[in-house]
């Protein structure tokens, strides 16, 4: 079983920028794709960010791009998936959650069959 830890949260201010990371470890790890959620209060959890095992594609959602960037790198039997968070707003305040899934479609269209989950990174961005 694949597990993940999220950190790398904290509190920034508007325009500036905050990495995330996310620790997955676990049997056949790197074949997994990867991606990022969040959830603001009071509103449900949207896709920010996903990248394939495969070839790295990256996708993203509207409201992120061109702002963020999910990367990620392979030592051994642990994979860090990273996102790059920069000129960030008051909208973006949301629980980030890494997650994962061997299908790359779950993790971009069909988040509601994940099972993998990090524990969330609280990121707070001041006005």
């Known amino acids: 079983q694949v597990h993940l830890v999220d950190s790398g949260g904290g509190v920034v201010q508007a325009g500036g920028s905050l990495r995330l990371s996310c620790e997955a470890s676990g049997d056949y790890v790197s074949r997994y794709s990867m991606g990022w959620f969040r959830q603001a209060p009071g509103k449900e959890r949207e896709f920010v960010a996903a990248i394939s095992w495969s070839e790295d594609n990256t996708y993203y959602a509207d409201s992120v791009k061109g702002r963020f960037t999910i990367s990620r790198e392979i030592a051994e039997n642990t994979v860090y998936v990273y996102l790059e968070m920069k000129s960030l707003r008051p909208e973006d305040t949301a629980v980030y959650y890494c997650?994962?899934?061997?299908?790359?479609?779950?993790?971009?269209?069909?988040?509601?069959?994940?099972?993998?989950w990090g524990q969330g990174t609280l990121v707070t961005v001041s006005s």
């Open positions: 997650a994962a899934d061997r299908q790359l479609r779950v993790v971009t269209r069909l988040s509601g069959f994940l099972q993998i």
